[in-house]
């Protein structure tokens, strides 16, 4: 039973949910699910934009037929190799055997490695700003390297305005048959998986997803439709704007993150005394997590949604809590950069995490520590509530 939403006249949805999936990638909990998005544009020539996950082939393949009714297909673009949009490809090439490949080189070769049917005699090979008439449209070839392969591309449609963004302006969340941004409300129900899903995914190549929003700048774009979540053609410069605040490693929002590794909860203790001092002075946007029971991702997008961090962990096994550990290296790997910072360490005999953390952080760019670190020995005492309003001061003297 196909399930296809028209986008335009000429335009249609052939995408899928996939709400089975556990962890995108093997290592994202995606508790709301996950869509591929994918597209079939009816001209005189009919494209297909994009495949979709292997999870969701059966319904996909049904889509793209019934989008197509009875209609031969001309062209497969390949915007993004990733397999999450690609694995069905081959399944596409079995059904719509004369249909052309449309891709650049690299992502030939991508083609060729994952794969074993014979692309060459079904290729055609598309560079930066190519362009493919297919009647009424006139679909433009953008490369975006790294957003979120070397070897993505965009499309934009010149006659529509619609960009086909790859993975860019994509969110995790399966699609509830209201297939557009502004059939829900993006703010409340999407932002957060929007924001952990492309800190995650894209975080690391801020400098290439700018390169991008440059490119579509100069465009006139009136809808973007995407490879996972919503697809925009209303209020699209809120949307663009996140991009920008993100792809530019400023933070969202004023406010403070407080993450904490604690073995036997005497860390958690300062670290909630800590939020409760930041609170006492004014301090309204705090969000305190147990790095325990928090996933990381959700941990790293809270970091780059915030202006400060205070990072708090125990001494384990002469080093740092693992958990939180593990987050420091999930930061450093995502270009964590240009946040506040402080820190609390715990060490009932000999505290190192302190130390190690500060190293992890000065690894980083642009970051600011705040102070001295806040030192426990087993349990945070009375006598100590001093020392840590004065950090709680430092910070807020940090904020504008
Ligand atoms: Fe949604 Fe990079 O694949």
């Not at 693992?322 to 360490?345: C, G, M, W």
């Not at 995490?353 to 001295?372: N, W």
């Amino acid at each position: 039973m196909h399930n296809i939403r028209k986008i335009t006249n000429d335009l249609v949805y052939v995408g899928a949910s996939d709400r089975r999936l556990a962890l995108f990638e093997n290592v994202y909990p995606i508790p709301r699910g996950v869509s591929y998005n994918s597209y079939v544009l009816l001209d005189e020539q009919t494209v297909l934009l994009d495949c979709a996950d292997l999870a969701v082939m059966p319904q996909f393949m049904d889509n793209v037929a019934a989008a197509l009714a009875g209609r031969k297909l001309n062209y497969i673009v390949v915007n993004h190799l990733e397999p999450d949009h690609a694995a069905t490809i081959e399944e596409a090439v079995l059904r719509y055997p004369e249909a052309k490949i449309v891709t650049n080189a690299k992502a030939a070769n991508m083609i060729r490695q994952f794969f074993s049917f014979d692309l060459d005699s079904r290729l055609m090979t598309v560079g930066e700003a190519d362009t493919l008439a297919t009647g009424r449209h006139e679909l433009h070839f953008v490369n975006a390297p790294m957003v979120h392969w070397p070897e993505v591309m965009v499309t934009y449609d010149a006659i529509d305005r619609i960009l086909f963004s790859a993975d860019a302006f994509g969110t995790f969340g399966a699609l509830n048959g209201n297939i557009f941004a502004d059939e829900v409300d993006f703010d409340r129900d999407w932002l957060d998986d929007a924001r952990r899903y492309y800190i995650n995914i894209v975080g690391k190549y801020g400098v290439q997803v700018q390169g991008l929003l440059k490119k579509a700048a100069a465009l006139q774009i009136d809808t973007i439709c995407p490879l996972h979540g919503p697809i925009w053609r209303k209020d699209i410069g809120y949307f663009i704007a996140k991009y920008d605040t993100w792809s530019r490693y400023e933070p969202e929002q004023e406010g403070v993150v407080i993450v904490y590794g604690s073995v036997y909860g005497h860390t958690a203790a300062a670290a909630e005394r800590l939020a409760t001092l930041l609170a006492e002075r004014g301090v309204r946007q705090i969000a305190v997590y147990d790095a325990s029971q928090t996933d990381v991702s959700i941990l790293v997008s809270e970091a780059f949604r915030f202006s400060h961090i205070v990072i708090a962990a125990s001494t384990y096994n002469a080093g740092i809590f693992t958990p939180i550990e593990n987050l420091l290296h999930d930061l450093k790997a995502h270009s964590f950069q240009n946040r506040h910072v402080a820190l609390i360490e715990n060490g009932t005999w000999a505290a190192q995490s302190g130390k190690q953390m500060r190293s992890m952080i000065e690894e980083m760019k642009d970051m600011t520590v705040l102070g001295d670190t806040f030192t426990i020995k087993s349990a945070m005492k009375p006598a100590q509530e001093n020392d840590l309003a004065e950090l709680a001061d430092a910070m807020l003297g940090s904020m504008e």
